[in-house]
């Protein structure tokens, strides 16, 4: 994988505009911590007993982008994409922490992109005052951006420290 652009989110712009400008500099975060490893570097543990892994951030955003920008904003009926379903929707792999070994690093990757591709799809066709049902009631597509930039931002973090780990890259 090479390193992706950045984009950097605008310095003067519209709510919309700033928020999907966030998001979006946030992802690309993401895969450029993942840029230049091979498969064992992404399917490594942070450090025990942590499961962590950069492969399994990667999971784990795939399931998130699907929770909020499907399941949530736009109703639909999608299931868990790793794991069984079980235990508050996360399933047997805590939502995608784990590297699964037996999904191909290509097909993890790939099954990301297409999450944040619906996610960007069915909120450029609502207002940021649109909400969907969460189980505590109604959520904007607004306190969506929000939350998923806290998300992202959160869990990079982790990505930075296994990133250091793995080969002593820090930045990005």
């Given at each position: 994988?090479?390193?992706?652009?950045?984009?950097i989110?605008p310095?003067?712009?519209?709510?919309?505009?700033t928020?999907?400008?966030w998001l979006?500099?946030?992802?690309a975060?993401?895969?450029?911590k993942?840029?230049?490893?091979?498969?064992?570097?992404l399917?490594a543990?942070?450090?025990?007993p942590?499961?962590i892994?950069?492969?399994g951030?990667v999971?784990?955003?795939?399931?998130?982008?699907?929770?909020?920008?499907?399941r949530i904003l736009?109703?639909e009926?999608?299931?868990?994409?790793?794991?069984d379903g079980?235990?508050?929707?996360?399933?047997?792999?805590?939502?995608?922490?784990?590297?699964?070994e037996e999904v191909?690093?290509?097909e993890?990757?790939a099954t990301w992109?297409?999450?944040?591709?619906r996610?960007?799809?069915?909120?450029?066709?609502?207002a940021?005052?649109?909400?969907?049902r969460?189980?505590y009631?109604?959520?904007?597509l607004?306190w969506?951006?929000?939350h998923m930039?806290?998300?992202?931002?959160?869990?990079n973090?982790?990505?930075?420290l296994?990133r250091?780990?793995i080969d002593?890259?820090?930045?990005?």
């Amino acid at each position: 994988m090479s390193s992706p652009d950045r984009p950097i989110p605008p310095f003067a712009a519209d709510e919309r505009s700033t928020l999907e400008g966030w998001l979006d500099f946030h992802r690309a975060t993401l895969a450029a911590k993942c840029a230049g490893l091979d498969e064992e570097q992404l399917r490594a543990a942070s450090t025990p007993p942590s499961p962590i892994s950069l492969l399994g951030l990667v999971r784990h955003m795939a399931e998130v982008e699907r929770n909020w920008f499907r399941r949530i904003l736009a109703g639909e009926e999608v299931g868990v994409i790793y794991g069984d379903g079980e235990d508050g929707g996360e399933g047997a792999d805590s939502g995608g922490f784990t590297t699964g070994e037996e999904v191909p690093v290509a097909e993890v990757f790939a099954t990301w992109e297409a999450e944040v591709a619906r996610a960007r799809a069915n909120a450029a066709a609502r207002a940021l005052d649109d909400t969907g049902r969460f189980e505590y009631g109604e959520v904007s597509l607004r306190w969506i951006y929000v939350h998923m930039i806290e998300e992202y931002a959160r869990h990079n973090g982790h990505a930075d420290l296994v990133r250091e780990r793995i080969d002593g890259r820090t930045g990005v």
